[in-house]
C-alpha cells in the first residue's frame, strides 16, 4: 500500500532532550517535506527537500534540523526541544511532474508532540 | 514570500445548503492552488486543486473557481452533508528560486459545520 509513515505518533519530552521524528515514504517521491500544525495558524512549513541530497529551510525552520539522505527517508530533528515546539507535526511527500513541479502532497498520518 | 490568507475561519450550514470557502494569495507568479480536507484527527487529505491556465473545475459536489486577476480562488460544496464537517485548507504553490525549488502555502484553515 502507498504510503508515508511517521514515528513516533505521539511523544512527550522534556526541554532539552534530543529527538528525532521518523518520516518514510513508499511511493518513490522526489519532494519530501515538513509542517507544523497549531490552533488558528493552519499547516506551516518547517523544511522541505526536492531530491535526496537537497533541502531548504520553510517558514519555520528555527529549532530544527533535517536530512535526506535516502529518497524515502525525510526525518525531522531536535537538538534541544523547547516547549513553544509542542505542536502536531504532519510529514509530507509529492512526486515531481514531467516540468518538475509538485503535485499532490500525501500526507503521514502526524505526530503528537509534547515538551514539557 | 507567498502569503495565503483563508475566509471565514467558521463556517456553519444548514445540510443540503452550499458552503463558500474564499482565499486570496499575494504572488501573481503562483500557478497551483489545490484544497485539502482535514477531518478530525486525521492527516489533511486532497479534495481538489486549480491550475493557473484553469478558471474553474468541477468534481461532483465541490468546485474550484479561481481569479488570477484579483488573485483569488474560492472552494464550493453544494447540497452539504454531514461528512462535509472538516477543516479546510487552501493552499498555493510559488516558485522561489531559478533552481525549481518551490512552496506551498497554506492558508489558517476554515472549520465547516454541517448542521443536520
Same mark, same amino acid.
Not at chain 1, 499547516?43 to 519555520?60: A, C, F, H, P, W
Given at each position: 500500500e502507498a504510503q508515508v509513515t511517521q514515528n513516533p505518533r505521539y511523544l512527550i519530552t522534556v526541554t532539552g532532550k534530543k529527538l528525532t521524528v521518523?518520516?518514510? +515514504?513508499?511511493? &518513490?517521491? /522526489?519532494?519530501? @517535506?515538513? !509542517? #507544523? +500544525?497549531?490552533?488558528?495558524?493552519?499547516? #506551516?512549513?518547517?523544511? !522541505?527537500?526536492?531530491?535526496? /541530497?537537497?533541502?531548504?529551510?520553510?517558514?519555520?525552520?528555527?529549532? *530544527?534540523?533535517? %536530512? #535526506?539522505? /535516502?529518497? #524515502? &527517508?525525510?526525518?525531522?530533528?531536535?537538538? @534541544?526541544? %523547547?516547549?513553544?515546539?509542542? %505542536?502536531? *507535526?504532519?510529514? $509530507?511527500? @509529492?512526486?515531481?511532474?514531467?516540468?518538475?513541479?509538485?503535485?499532490? +502532497?500525501?500526507?503521514?498520518?502526524?505526530?503528537?508532540?509534547?515538551?514539557? | 514570500g507567498e502569503n495565503v490568507e483563508q475566509h471565514p475561519s467558521t463556517l456553519s450550514v444548514q /445540510?443540503?445548503?452550499?458552503?463558500?470557502?474564499?482565499?486570496?494569495? @499575494?504572488?501573481? $507568479? %503562483?500557478?497551483?492552488?489545490?484544497?485539502?480536507? +482535514?477531518?478530525?484527527?486525521?492527516?489533511?487529505?486532497?479534495i481538489i486543486d486549480i491550475r493557473s491556465n484553469v478558471g474553474e473545475k468541477k468534481d461532483q459536489r465541490i468546485a474550484v473557481t479561481l481569479n488570477k486577476t484579483a488573485k483569488h480562488f474560492s472552494l464550493h460544496i453544494t447540497e452539504t452533508q454531514p461528512e462535509d464537517s472538516a477543516v479546510y485548507f487552501c493552499a498555493a504553490r510559488a516558485f522561489i528560486s531559478n533552481f525549481g525549488n518551490e512552496k506551498l502555502t497554506f492558508g489558517t484553515g476554515t472549520r465547516l459545520t454541517i448542521i443536520p
Open positions: 521518523t518520516c518514510s +515514504q513508499n511511493m &518513490n517521491h /522526489e519532494y519530501m @517535506s515538513w !509542517y #507544523r +500544525q497549531d490552533p488558528g495558524l493552519g499547516l #506551516r512549513q518547517i523544511y !522541505y527537500s526536492m531530491n535526496v /541530497e537537497v533541502t531548504d529551510k520553510g517558514d519555520v525552520p528555527e529549532g *530544527y534540523k533535517v %536530512s #535526506r539522505k /535516502e529518497k #524515502r &527517508n525525510f526525518p525531522l530533528i531536535l537538538e @534541544s526541544p %523547547s516547549p513553544n515546539q509542542t %505542536s502536531l *507535526y504532519f510529514c $509530507a511527500s @509529492s512526486p515531481l511532474g514531467v516540468q518538475g513541479f509538485t503535485d499532490t +502532497q500525501y500526507f503521514g498520518p502526524g505526530t503528537r508532540l509534547t515538551v514539557l | /445540510e443540503g445548503d452550499s458552503a463558500v470557502i474564499k482565499c486570496t494569495y @499575494s504572488d501573481s $507568479a %503562483s500557478n497551483y492552488f489545490p484544497w485539502y480536507k +482535514q477531518e478530525l484527527g486525521k492527516r489533511p487529505q486532497l
